[in-house]
């Protein structure tokens, strides 16, 4: 017993890695090994002798089986301290440096118009995206024939088999955000509505699915005049350089009168500058509000009056940013958010909280 035993655990002591240890395991203690071989002999043992044989069988097992393992941790200490000594790392060097997130020029864009628009003294309206085909046409002042409420240029939503209402539509614009507001806190009251908006259209300059921001004031006395006043305050701001306007004569449902709103610019090699040259760029539509969109919010045109504009985000996020196709805004990898992207801002979002 005491030659098995300074036999493995000199071998073992002896062993130069994990698979020298494991021939000797299977060697001593394993189904075949010397040690398995000597506790089968115990049967033919007297109940003396195998009272005798049998502790000290059990006890070199164990005493083998802890060397195997003490064994095993030294070889693989012993490993790592030579991977340490060929692998030295200077801890002293600087970190890789990880890409923080940027933030979507929309969502950007939209927190610029906000907070430029809040200094003016207008807070925030929102609606559902998909609303009721009243809200977003007939409220409106829109005719059932007019081209807007076609299929072609509307999404509209199914009905269930045998319900003979209206189909509720993905809104075509943040107009039903405006008589909602009048129904709820009626007038006066001065609102900007951003938010998403659909319609069947997909080039260039137009997508499926596109951001909008329409401006609402209702009061006893206002005029065209506010009207101008506010869209160039609001572009002197935005451009950040004084910004001329012009008003042109239009027509739309929901105001009377209506404008085309152009801002002064140039177009210099494929590039626009806003607020300076001789040329001309459309970028919203604006009016007074018609007496009909007043009285679907429940209020009297009569004694109430203002005016309403509407634009693109999109749009004017490529105008002041450079970005030269609105599809970029969706479909675009990574790579293209980094060079358009805005880093973090410690300042409060249009939805509560801080960006960061």
């Not at 070199?60 to 790392?89: M, P, Q, T, Y």
């Not at 940027?102 to 559902?128: C, L, N, Y």
Request: charged share 30%; with cysteine; proline share 5%.
């Amino acid at each position: 017993m005491d030659d098995l035993r300074d036999k493995y655990l000199s071998a073992i002591a002896e062993a130069g890695d994990e698979a020298a240890l494991e021939d000797l395991r299977v060697q001593a203690v394993g189904k075949k090994g010397e040690v398995a071989l000597k506790m089968r002999e115990l049967g033919k043992m007297t109940p003396e002798e195998r009272q005798e044989m049998g502790p000290k069988l059990n006890a070199l097992k164990d005493e083998i089986n802890s060397a195997l393992a003490a064994k095993k941790v030294a070889l693989a200490d012993a490993a790592l301290d030579e991977r340490l000594r060929g692998e030295w790392l200077d801890v002293t060097l600087p970190g890789r440096p990880r890409r923080e997130g940027t933030i979507h020029p929309i969502s950007q864009v939209t927190e610029e118009v906000t907070a430029i628009f809040a200094d003016m003294g207008f807070a925030v309206a929102e609606g559902p995206q998909i609303d009721t085909d009243w809200y977003n046409f007939d409220a409106l002042n829109i005719p059932s024939h007019h081209p807007a409420r076609a299929e072609m240029d509307t999404f509209y939503m199914h009905r269930a088999e045998g319900d003979d209402r209206a189909p509720d539509v993905l809104r075509t614009h943040t107009s039903p955000v405006q008589i909602r507001h009048l129904e709820k806190h009626g007038a006066p009251c001065r609102i900007i509505a951003p938010g998403r908006v659909y319609r069947a259209d997909y080039d260039q300059t137009h997508t499926p699915m596109f951001h909008q921001v329409e401006g609402l004031a209702i009061d006893k006395d206002i005029s065209m005049a506010n009207l101008k006043w506010v869209l160039e305050e609001f572009f002197t701001a935005y451009f950040g350089t004084s910004v001329k306007t012009r008003f042109r004569a239009s027509h739309f449902p929901f105001t009377e009168p209506s404008a085309e709103v152009d801002i002064q610019c140039a177009f210099e090699g494929g590039t626009v500058k806003v607020g300076e040259g001789d040329d001309w760029l459309e970028v919203l539509g604006s009016g007074m509000v018609h007496p009909h969109v007043l009285r679907s919010g429940g209020i009297d045109p009569e004694e109430w009056q203002g005016f309403a504009f509407g634009m693109g985000i999109d749009r004017i996020a490529m105008l002041k940013y450079g970005i030269p196709d609105l599809r970029a805004f969706f479909d675009s990898d990574l790579r293209w958010l980094r060079h358009y992207g805005f880093a973090a801002l410690d300042v409060p979002t249009l939805h509560g909280g801080l960006s960061r």
